[in-house]
């Protein structure tokens, strides 16, 4: 077969949508060019409808099967100027998937499992909502000064904190901040002390700035 020209086929928006829908079926979710901040998002919405908070009695299911079978809906609108893979990647996942849950829902989620947390020096730290607890990992010395775990779902759930070196290696991970201070940071600042001499190790790390 010999190709003299090729012509990209101008198809209704309708007709791409549909298209493209048809197309994404025959993918699992998971290879779905979905991207990182909606990901993301979706982690931090189905673990907030795991905690059985009144606020998500009304959810429509987050499972993969269900946000597959009810595309149409939440993705549909998205999909009419995609003319290729590229396009279908750069869609905003983010809005499309918000289409899926009810009104004022990205309010609840905002509030109740926020994207990030900010440590003591200010710096928001992204949290990661993909296991059973959400998981604030932060370079220890930005902790310094905070008496106890932050806390997402109202004050109700203490996250799970990573403490980096400040190489963001892993130090030590604890739901319990004020034990931490109390008893593992001595031994931890005396391996640091050595590993990182310029750095900053307080001997009080809740009175250090």
């Known amino acids: 077969l010999l190709v003299l020209q090729t012509q990209p086929l101008a198809l209704p928006a309708g007709d791409l949508s549909a298209h493209w829908l048809s197309f994404l079926q025959t ?18 919405a189905r673990w907030l409808a795991a905690q059985n908070q009144p606020i998500t009695a009304n959810w429509p299911p987050l499972d993969d099967a269900a946000l597959q079978a009810s ?7 998205f999909l009419g100027r995609c003319q290729d893979w590229t396009d279908l990647q750069n869609i905003d996942w ?19 499992a926020p994207a990030a947390l900010p440590a003591a020096t200010g710096n928001k730290v992204t949290l990661d909502y993909s296991g059973d607890q959400p998981v604030m990992a932060v370079r220890l010395q930005e902790m310094f000064g905070v008496a106890s775990t932050p806390c997402v779902l109202n004050g109700q759930q203490p996250v799970l904190v990573h403490l980096l070196s400040p190489a963001r290696r892993p130090l030590a991970v604890t739901q319990d901040l004020a034990s931490f201070w109390q008893n593992a940071y001595i031994e931890v600042r005396k391996d640091m002390r050595g590993q990182y001499p310029r750095h900053y190790w307080p001997e009080d790390p809740l009175a250090a700035e």
């Open 27 to 44: 993918l699992p979710f998971s290879q779905w060019p979905i991207s990182e901040s909606a990901q993301q998002w979706l982690a931090r």
């Open 71 to 77: 595309s149409a809906d939440w993705l549909g609108a």
């Open 94 to 112: 983010h809005s499309a998937l918000a289409q899926y849950l009810p009104y004022g829902a990205a309010n609840s989620l905002n509030d109740l």
